[in-house]
Nanobody, 123 residues
Framework: QVQLVESGGGLVQAGGSLRLSCAAS????????MGWFRQAPGKEREFVAA????????YYADSVKGRFTISRDNAKNTVYLQMNILKPEDTAVYYC????????????????WGQGTQVTVSS
């Protein structure tokens, strides 16, 4: 069993930055691919970024490429999402996700989800 707890959300002005953290409890964190998804009001949950178990491979949605960076620290059982040059359209609840092996952009067969953290970007 793995529990995921996100933190770091908040209110920021457009052009600003935030760093989200996702702390994982449980064993074998380093065996899980990790990812971030988001859901805006009235919209479906969408893929943001993913990182392989080793941290050697990262993947991004086109809408955040060049602005967001996903990373992980397996010694701390934590995955991060550095968000720069934030835009009002980035406003959403951001969810951390874990999947044994690799997270897919379609969110298929995710093993564990966090509870979400709200990010609000004002114009």
């Amino acid at each position: 069993q793995v529990q995921l707890v996100e933190s770091g959300g908040g209110l920021v002005q457009a052009g600003g930055s935030l760093r989200l953290s996702c702390a994982a409890s449980g064993r074998a964190f380093s065996s899980y691919g990790m990812g971030w998804f988001r859901q805006a009001p009235g919209k479906e949950r969408e893929f943001v970024a993913a990182i392989s178990w080793s941290g050697g491979n990262t993947y991004y949605a086109d809408s955040v490429k060049g602005r967001f960076t996903i990373s992980r620290d397996n010694a701390k059982n934590t995955v991060y999402l550095q968000m720069n040059i934030l835009k009002p359209e980035d406003t959403a609840v951001y969810y951390c996700a874990a999947k044994w092996g690799a997270v897919r952009a379609d969110g298929y067969d995710i093993d564990y989800w966090g509870q979400g953290t709200q990010v609000t970007v004002s114009s």
